[in-house]
T-cell receptor, first 110, second 113 residues
Framework: EDQVTQSPEALRLQEGESSSLNCSYT??????LFWYRQDPGKGPEFLFT???AGEEKEKERLKATLTKKESFLHITAPKPEDSATYLC???????????FGTGTRLKVLA | DAGVTQSPTHLIKTRGQQVTLRCSPK?????VSWYQQALGQGPQFIFQ???????QRGNFPDRFSGHQFPNYSSELNVNALLLGDSALYLC????????????FGAGTRLSVL
């Protein structure tokens, strides 16, 4: 069964304390892996798309990487405004079906 | 440039009723997907529409149906509402031939009493 698992469920960081969020996936085939940020009461905001193992994408303090089994979202020197839920999703090969993980709730303390 | 817009923002219904949610995609997008997001969970894929046809469906019962119009806007219909249908319903749009990442609207919060 196609599955996406994110860890940790919740993470508290001090401002400036770098860390990584994990997204592991088990799918029959991967067409793409996506990272989103979701603020309370809002829809997910698209961050990155990764298509193949070894690929990396960066945006400000965020960097996403992809291996054959998992993806990491690295947050460097986070700020309080980076506090949000970060969601990972995969698009299964041969389908138009997107599978989301349950997310990591990140809280950055000033 | 308007992003993905959804209406209404909030809705309260009772068990057994029917509901229709609406979505206008981002300008230039022709593909619309619908998701259900329960509190504290990730979005669950309901279905995707392109060229007014349902292209893919997730594990949702036939009570959930949809439609896409020639202007690419879309509706999600849910019949015979259950308490468990209470959730945030999200619409995402993208270009069929473009990048696979979707752009989401703010959602419709449905409460079933």
């Amino acid at each position: 069964e196609d599955q996406v698992t994110q860890s940790p469920e919740a993470l508290r960081l001090q401002e400036g304390e770098s860390s990584s969020l994990n997204c592991s996936y088990t799918v029959s085939g991967l067409r793409g892996l996506f990272w989103y940020r979701q603020d309370p009461g809002k829809g997910p905001e698209f961050l990155f798309t990764l298509y193949s193992a070894g690929e990396e994408k960066e945006k400000e303090r965020l960097k996403a990487t992809l291996t054959k089994k998992e993806s990491f979202l690295h947050i460097t020197a986070p700020k309080p405004e980076d506090s949000a839920t970060y969601l990972c999703a995969v698009l299964v090969s041969g389908t138009y079906k997107y599978i989301f993980g349950t997310g990591t709730r990140l809280k950055v303390l000033a | 440039d308007a992003g993905v817009t959804q209406s209404p923002t909030h809705l309260i219904k009772t068990r057994g009723q029917q509901v229709t949610l609406r979505c206008s995609p981002k300008s230039g997008h022709d593909t619309v997907s619908w998701y259900q997001q329960a509190l504290g969970q990730g979005p669950q894929f309901i279905f995707q529409y392109y060229e007014e046809e349902e292209r893919q469906r997730g594990n949702f019962p036939d009570r959930f149906s949809g439609h896409q119009f020639p202007n690419y806007s879309s509706e999600l219909n849910v019949n015979a509402l259950l308490l468990g249908d209470s959730a945030l319903y999200l619409c995402a749009s993208r270009e069929w031939m473009g990048g696979q990442g979707g752009y989401f609207g703010a959602g419709t919060r449905l409460s079933v009493l």
